[in-house]
């Protein structure tokens, strides 16, 4: 069963400039999956953002996960690129 990222996530015109946050703070998505990226594990993220949980940062990559699937092309139409 996937993750309820829903708790986690909000997106809100007057909070950073609308982009998705980890409710309760000003730290974005985009943030941490690029910290992820990079390399951090959710131990650095943890020390660098003491505002995050181990499961916002799970509901952070749901999130992500459901975003990528949403974006998918559909079977049988080419992809745009």
Known sequence: MPMNFKPYIT???AICGG???VTGTRVTVRTVLASLAEGMD???LLQDFPSLSRDAIRAVIAFA???A???LPVAGLP???
């Open 11 to 13: 997106r809100d015109p």
């Open 19 to 21: 982009e998705p946050v």
């Open 42 to 44: 959710a131990e650095e």
């Open 65 to 67: 996960a459901l975003s």
């Open 69 to 71: 699937e949403e974006d």
């Open 79 to 81: 992809a745009v690129a």
